[in-house]
């Protein structure tokens, strides 16, 4: 058997054993990037190689292939991309403050290790790799944001328990209803103040002087989820009567730069004929976006809202010598 074949059958097979309920050829096909025939020859090559393969039809009547008891804990498979993966996920979390993640990644990271056999060859084959990837820092100041305020607010997130916070000039503490966090140049908590409003506001983190986790449940917002409310603005700012409709045109010399970029998670792109390009997506923060918009000089324009259009057309220079 080929040496590539050998990999992708260990990896079926823990695939197999992963699931409760197997894994399918159509789930196979789309995992591989193979054909449904492919598909089917990689579960012979399962059948021959395991005693334990055990082949069920679910409840479409579609075959679905499980290894029972594999004990495929003792195949010490090369744990580089692993460790790698960790050691820049750790590093992620030291950079915004988040030293409790930072601490759990590590733990993480030691406990793989400790069960290598070759440790240090490991070690020696991620460093390397890491030691080439050099972290990018976004210009200007960042905001710091204190371990113990971000340690309390992450507690309370679990329970989730409601937050008492001293907040910017406040004389007297807040208790809030805390639904998420939003990273970005600023640190934002999502949360509700239940004795001001039932909306969910953001409150910058590093404006909080004082947090503590109260031993004090509460019902979330039917149907909030972080992604969804995140989505309403460009970057972090949310503001209800700035949501709409945006649309931007890039100018044909900057409609493939423009094309690989990621405006909005759900942004929508048309080109045009001219070779120009449309990008369309729903959302508030009109400075956020007149911040970024600037970059681009003279290749963007703006369709809508006109707002936004009014706020940026006498700031799209000719001569910057560079898109984004």
Known sequence: MAFAKAQDLIR????????????????????????????QRMTEALDQAFGNVL???DEDRKRRWRLVDPMLDRMQLRHESAVEALEIAARAA???????HTRAL????????????????VEADAEAVLAAMGQVTRPGPRVTVSADILDAIIEALRGPFRLSVRYHRDKEKRIL?????LLGHRTYLAARDPNKADEIRNFRIDLIHEAETINESFAMKEGFTISDYAAQAFGVWQDPEQYGEVIWRFVPDAAERAAGFQFHPRQVQEHEEDGSLIVRFHAAGWLE??????????????????ALRKMVEHYRRPDFAAMP
């Open 55 to 57: 082949v069920e039809e």
């Open 177 to 181: 209803d805390p639904h998420g966090v």
């Open 12 to 39: 079926l097979a823990r695939l197999a054993a992963a699931g409760r309920r197997g894994i399918s050829l159509e789930e196979i096909s789309a995992e591989f990037g193979v054909s449904h025939r492919t598909a």
């Open 94 to 100: 030291e950079a915004e403050g988040r030293l409790r």
């Open 106 to 121: 590590l733990d993480l990271r030691e406990g793989m290790l400790a069960k290598v056999p070759k440790r240090a060859r």
């Open 289 to 306: 976006m007149a911040w970024h918009l600037y970059q681009w000089g003279d290749r963007v324009e703006v369709i809508a809202p006109e």
